[in-house]
């Protein structure tokens, strides 16, 4: 029998409905009804997100639900599992909602895999096949999947009817997961609030449509006596939405945490990072002296490593990188597979569409490669199947036959002495042998020994870009030359062109801009310029690095921006 001090707290004063009851309990017979012969279990958290009760010593419980639909759930006790979800829809905000439950053995160390940004869409089933394929072939105990939010492509700007059908797309393409799914809402998901008329009152609106259909925005489940807490990032202020944790989230989870033992550990999952919010502040006040492992996230559409709590906050790349985008686009970021152990946690980022999806942990891909390069290469092969390595950039390798285990990954590491090479933009390429065919990973980095390439230009090229934001006529340089400035005021996303000389032209060509100081004397021009490429010679030129091209991003704070670095010798559009 489950046992926990019995409580119920309730943090606000909606406008009553009616009565939510029911029973946990273990089920039996297998049929899903509560009996007499069932054992109940007491003490088990249940909510419908504002009241937060504890199931009495019958493993009963009642709740006053606010007027209105309503999702009411379950934290599920350790060493047990729900057999029929852990969350109920209940359109009046009244009636009945049992959970049963079987025994699980549970226990640490245990893994679970998160995707993220999945913006789906039914012209990609067979994509998000591959997804669910790659996930399911891992030859690895999985407890569970989470997707932490933006499940589909836009819901924000459709009305319910559309938006029910891409939610059932969704629903559809991720049923074959073997393992227990848990999704979260993104800001993808609220109906019509991207809109510019909408009835707020239509039934499905805003975040209706999703409770309905993937139970509550926030909530808990535990493995092993680890609680995976999931957290809202998305609220709605006057009328707009807005990268905030709603008030109501903040209540439900600082009253849940009253009820989690300081002892217990905890894995926090959102979809907008936590340290990105503007509650950071007042969560992390709430976590003191909780024992946080980490937080994971999505989003931002790249992998991140941050910190919230005291601990690391992880953001998960896209699973959608192949139709939706990502930045950058090297290393593996299509999901992440995570292991909890009983000191902490260990991560490895996969791939949906590749045999070993590689990580290159330096150089950095900003990083400007001189001399002897030290070189370390991470990939996920959970069976051990690589056996040699060969690393090259542009004429120098290494091989490597010894592999060094680091949490989920296997590492290989080489030193290219590439002193010789001329400035440029080179692949790094990473050569795996193992079973079958080998596999080749290709990742742009730049050469910067001082080393000018030859080069004659045949004529002059075109700078192009987009602007957003410009205040002032800031100036641009390519090589450390002007070659004219931003109009003084442009965007939003206001394409606009240079010529370049082709005396100024090199093979590698370093493009940079130098705000205007505005006129308060104190501050620069706080603008955005890009995707910029260079057009010459008939093709279209970026910056390999980025996923389209460098984007020039201007705080407003100094007068100059990280180079954009485009080489006319590297393969072009």
Known sequence: MCRLPLLALLWALPVLSGTIAGHVFFDSNGDGAWQATDAPCAGVL??????????????????????GPQVVFVENPPQAWPTQGFWRYLKTGAGSADFPLRSQ???????FVQGTDLHTRPDVDALMAQYVAAVNRLPLPLAFVVHTGDLVVDAGALTVGPARALFTTYQAQVAAL???????????????WYREAFDATEPGVGKGLYREMFGP?????????????????TDFRGGKLAYSMPADCVAWFKAYLARVPTTDRLVLLTHEPLSSLPQKADLEQALVGRRVVLSLAGHWHSTNRLSFAGAPEIVGGAVSYAWHGVTPPSDAKAYQVVRITASGFENAFGDWAEKYPVTVAAPGTWAGCTGKVAVKVQFLDPSADVLSAQIRLEGVSQEVTAFSPEGLYRTASAELDVAALPDGIYDLCVTLRGAGEPFVERQPRLVSNGREAPFAAIGPATLTMRLNKVNAANVITINGEPVGTTPAAAGPDQAFAVTVPAALLRRLNRIEFVSARLPDGKTYDDFTAGPLTLEYAGKVHRDPRTAAGA????????????????????RAE
């Open 46 to 67: 249940v909510s419908d997100g504002q009241t937060l009760v504890a199931t009495a010593t019958d493993g009963s419980y009642s709740l006053i639900a606010p007027e």
């Open 105 to 111: 053995d549970q226990a640490l160390p245990f893994i």
């Open 178 to 192: 073997k393992a227990p799914l848990f999704n979260l809402p993104g800001n993808h998901e609220h109906v019509s």
């Open 217 to 233: 925005m926030y909530y808990a489940f535990s493995y092993a006596g680890v609680h995976v807490v999931a957290l809202d990032g």
């Open 551 to 570: 984007v020039a991003t201007l705080n407003g704070t100094q007068p100059s921006t990280w180079p954009c670095w485009i080489d006319l010798g590297y």
